[in-house]
């Protein structure tokens, strides 16, 4: 129902658009936003590295701005929890409740409720967006986006937790508007969309150092891909609201979050290789974040959110037969988000920028995923619309005066 209704609307927006952007230009100009999200960013690995030094781009974040864990959905998972996200309503409401919907991979064709970016569309600001994953195949914006998790294509005909080339894409278009594509092709080279799919126990068998290592290695192309691909798109695409994600630290979690002997799952030939291997994904992630706040002055908003975060499995789970074979039931998991329960993992929220409190710890799970899309719209002087369950983050705020537009 949904999709028709955006299409239509957007159609009539971007029309308006030339006339709206003139009206704004005479008076101040609109708020720049980039949202960054990470794929189940875990805070629990991410202390450490803080206080090591290890991440001063997001330490950097922290002091200047507002921090703490964010409250997620039941039986978190990414597509589900960044529908819900963007749209501020439940999965039951907005219909991606998860990787599948009715046995099909989870599309945007399916998404029952307006999400955020639309309604900036609408709005006269410009919107790009890079690999947010439940965003294929692409819609429409007053702007650009680029898809990312549950792509389709070559090698990845299903589009579940796997990576087709932006070359390779099937059963859609992964880029809007298409003149994009030749582009980022010439420019930034034939991409990854989304992370590399985790390696099945039977190949592993006998050949896990080898196997452990390429995987890594081939992680890290990707995420070199996806800086290079930001870059790119913030130089020379600047949009007013900017919406980037990462997926590669949930998958590398998954089947190598540094577990001891008596966690469930454990296995000396897997889980002793490289121990490192999880938190150099936010070692990694850092220097993403690095070469994104060359484009962040003062006047930006910055929010870096995770949808959930990953814990080791738990005794109980022993007892489940799907426990250790998650994602697409073939590799050797040790850790998890999908708990009944999402109080159990997590995810996190930073935002810094004109007006928000520095040094501000944000304490329990006040903030959900919910409010995210609500903040952004207030601080475009959005009035948050009926159906959105969340609320605007005004506590991050110093005072809502004339650097924040006030209108609830
Ligand atoms: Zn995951």
Redesign the pocket.
């Known amino acids: 129902m949904f999709p028709r209704k955006l299409s239509l609307l957007l159609s009539v927006s971007l029309l308006a658009v030339p006339v709206l952007a003139q009206q704004q230009n005479t008076s101040k100009p609109k708020p720049k936003v980039i949202v960054l999200g990470v ?2 960013m875990e805070l629990d690995i991410i202390r450490p590295l803080l206080l090591k030094g290890q991440m001063p781009n997001l330490s950097r974040v922290i002091e200047n701005g507002a921090y703490g864990k964010l409250r997620t959905v039941s039986a978190p ?2 597509p589900r929890v960044y529908s819900t996200l963007f749209t501020s309503t439940n999965p039951e409401e907005h219909g991606v409740s998860g990787f599948l919907v009715g046995g099909i991979t989870a599309n945007t064709n399916m998404l029952k409720e307006e999400p955020v970016w639309s309604m900036l569309s609408k709005s006269g600001i410009t919107v790009g967006m890079a690999n947010v994953p439940a965003t294929f195949p692409v819609m429409p914006v007053n702007g650009y986006m680029i898809s990312g998790m549950l792509t389709r294509g070559k090698n990845c005909e299903d589009g579940v937790l796997c990576a087709p080339k932006l070359s390779e894409v099937t059963g859609g278009d992964a880029v809007y508007p298409k003149s994009l594509q030749p582009e980022l092709l010439k420019n930034v080279g034939d991409f990854y969309i989304d992370c590399e799919r985790m390696p099945a126990a039977g190949d592993l068998k006998g050949h896990e150092t080898e196997l452990i290592n390429t995987w890594l290695d081939k992680v890290q192309v990707i995420r070199d891909q996806q800086t290079k691909l930001f870059d790119y798109l913030l130089t020379t695409h600047p949009t007013e609201f900017t919406f980037l994600a990462q997926s590669c630290e ?2 590398t ?2 089947w190598l979050y540094p577990i001891t002997p008596f966690n469930v799952g454990y296995n000396p030939s897997i889980n002793n290789v490289r121990q490192d291997a999880f938190p150099n994904q936010y070692v990694a992630f850092d220097k993403v974040l690095g070469s994104i706040l060359k484009h962040v002055d003062e006047n930006t908003y910055l929010i870096i959110f995770s949808d959930h975060g ?1 814990k080791p499995l738990r005794e109980f789970e022993e007892k489940d037969p799907h426990a250790h074979l998650d ?1 697409e039931k073939t590799t050797p998991v040790i850790a ?2 999908d708990f009944a329960d999402g109080d159990d993992v997590p995810g996190s929220f930073f935002a810094m920028g004109p007006g928000i409190k520095h040094d501000l710890r944000l304490m329990g799970l006040g903030v959900s995923v919910y409010d995210v899309a609500p903040t952004v719209l207030h601080i475009y002087g959005i009035e948050q619309p009926k159906q959105m369950r969340g609320r605007v983050l005004t506590e991050i705020f110093e005072k809502t005066d004339n650097k924040v537009v006030a209108k609830q």
């Open positions: 794929n189940g998972n990414c949930d998958r979690g998954h990953i994602h998890k988000h």
